[in-house]
């Protein structure tokens, strides 16, 4: 077995206190030349916003920080496949490489749902590395759901 990658670590670190703060346990990270620069955890309860998502905060932050729309020489790790809304966020910061960990056959849209960076209306399509750390990230959410029922 591999060890975790660092920024797939920090996202779970989020995705965690996303779940301990009652929001649904997603969290992302943005790295730059092998640094981390930006991390988030999903807020939409907590923030009363629906675009609250962790990768969108994460790119946020990071653009931020950076000084620039543009996020063309990092990574986003996040723990769960992105949404439509996220994965458009995603190509519009042009965003390099994408990592994530568990899939989400319901609200997914990179692997499932309408496979964005596979339309031929996507103007950018960052490499994608599915999987990192999906076994800790599922049970983090199957756990978080099982609770609420």
């Not at 932050?61 to 966020?89: F, H, K, Q, Y």
Request: with cysteine; charged share 25%; hydrophobic share 50%.
């Amino acid at each position: 077995m591999f060890p975790m990658p660092a920024p797939m670590r920090a996202a779970l670190d989020a995705a965690h206190m996303a779940a301990a703060d009652g929001e649904v346990p997603v969290g992302a990270v943005i790295v730059r030349a092998g640094r981390i620069i930006a991390v988030a955890a999903n807020a939409p309860r907590t923030l009363h916003d629906p675009t609250a998502h962790a990768e969108i905060r994460a790119i946020r932050a990071a653009a931020e920080r950076i000084g620039s729309d543009r996020l063309e020489d990092c990574d986003l790790w996040v723990t769960l496949e992105p949404c439509a809304m996220c994965a458009g966020a995603i190509a519009h910061a042009r965003i390099a490489r994408l990592y994530y960990g568990a899939e989400d056959p319901k609200g997914g849209a990179v692997a499932h749902g309408p496979r964005f960076f596979a339309q031929p209306t996507c103007h950018h399509r960052p490499e994608i590395y599915a999987g990192i750390g999906e076994e800790e990230a599922a049970g983090l959410l199957k756990d978080f759901f099982a609770a609420r029922r």
